[in-house]
């Protein structure tokens, strides 16, 4: 796994560096011409063999993956970046086609937009997700511990009995807000506008997905009962040690 200190550090540039892979070189050029003047740096790659080689290289901030690649499609450029990295992605998707989306945020995206997009839209996705990563790596070391679950905030790890948890970025930011307010519900316009930094649009289902990998990745209490549990139209609730079962 490449180091979350080389993220980081990447993330804080004074001048953060986009990595965009997609092979169509006229929306590249239109991406660089958009996000150049919003103060970022803009490289792009045309194939996802480069991709996954550049995303690990550690010099980036952030990744814009198109999932439509000739060769390796963006799914399994995904895959290998995920393998050994935590580099923010975020996916480009044909519009309409939820289950590109559903199955990105799956694998391990930070955030999806379908094409075509509006530029402005991209960079409030891509600040969102810098300001989200920025703010981690300067959050004072709190040591979180609720039940065999224990996360350190400034290591940015997280452990479930002797299991080391694998988690993407988000991932990592759902569980902290989770184990802060244990018992308590969450919305999940709450987590939308916290951690994704928009509003809660009707049929995005992006935190659900985010929320159900992190489920899968805790998997339930010694007893059987889920620890992060559906409270129907409203939110979530992480359960406390001991609480009830859901009927």
Do not use: W
């Not at 540039?13 to 150049?36: F, G, H, K, M």
């Not at 703010?135 to 479930?160: H, K, M, P």
């Amino acid at each position: 796994m490449i180091e979350q200190a080389k993220i980081e550090k990447a993330a804080e540039r004074a001048v953060p560096r986009i990595l965009v892979v997609d092979d169509d070189v006229e929306l590249c050029e239109l991406v660089a011409e958009y996000l150049t003047p919003e103060g970022f740096e803009v490289e792009a790659v045309y194939d996802g063999i480069r991709g996954i080689e550049s995303a690990l290289s550690g010099e980036y901030s952030l990744a814009i993956l198109d999932v439509m690649l000739p060769g390796m499609q963006g799914f399994e450029v995904l895959r290998q970046i995920r393998a050994k990295s935590r580099l923010p992605v975020i996916m480009l998707t044909a519009r309409g086609e939820d289950v590109d989306r559903i199955v990105g945020l799956e694998i391990g995206a930070d955030d999806y937009l379908p094409k075509p997009f509006n530029p402005r839209e991209l960079a409030a996705r891509i600040q969102a997700v810098l300001r989200r990563s920025t703010q981690n790596s300067t959050t004072a070391g709190e040591r979180i511990i609720l039940g065999d679950v224990e996360l350190e905030e400034s290591a940015r790890i997280a452990r479930c009995g002797n299991r080391e948890l694998e988690l993407t970025s988000l991932e990592f930011d759902i569980l902290a807000i989770f184990l802060k307010r244990p018992g308590q519900v969450v919305t999940r316009e709450e987590l939308v506008k916290t951690l994704l930094g928009r509003e809660l649009a009707p049929l995005d289902r992006s935190i659900d997905v985010h929320i159900s990998n992190l489920r899968k990745k805790l998997g339930p209490y010694a007893d059987g009962a889920n620890r992060i549990r559906n409270i129907r139209r409203v939110g979530y609730i992480y359960a406390i040690p001991g609480m009830p079962k859901e009927e």
